[in-house]
Nanobody, 124 residues
Framework: QVQLVESGGGLVQAGGSLRLSCAAS????????MGWFRQAPGKEREFAAA????????YYSDSVKGRFTISRDNAKNTVSLQMNSLKPEDTAVYYC?????????????????WGQGTQVTVSS
């Protein structure tokens, strides 16, 4: 079993940037597809980005495409989410997740392990 811990959240003004990190322990991340989800108050948890095991292919939701970049370093057992041009509507708790599936899942049910989340607040 893998344990995931997110960090890097905080308060930023609209137009600013943040970089989230997800550190794994218990197992190496290399066998997993890794994803980032977010959940705003009163809303469902939604998919943001994912990256294949090798890091060669990524996938983004339309709402973050062109602004967010997901990356992974299997040697360091970490996954990152670089968030640029942040908007107030990006305010949410951001979760790192690991999937044992064969293809990139965009639904939360497709992920097997979750971190505890990190708060991102974007002020206008």
């Amino acid at each position: 079993q893998v344990q995931l811990v997110e960090s890097g959240g905080g308060l930023v003004q609209a137009g600013g940037s943040l970089r989230l990190s997800c550190a794994a322990s218990g197992r190496t991340l290399s066998p997993y597809i890794m994803g980032w989800f977010r959940q705003a108050p009163g809303k469902e948890r939604e998919f943001a980005a994912a990256i294949l095991r090798s890091g060669g292919r990524t996938y983004y939701s339309d709402s973050v495409k062109g602004r967010f970049t997901i990356s992974r370093d299997n040697a360091k057992n970490t996954v990152s989410l670089q968030m640029n041009s942040l908007k107030p509507e990006d305010t949410a708790v951001y979760y790192c997740a690991a999937s044992e599936g064969a293809t990139i899942p965009t639904k939360k049910d497709g992920y097997d392990y979750w971190g505890q989340g990190t708060q991102v607040t974007v002020s206008s």
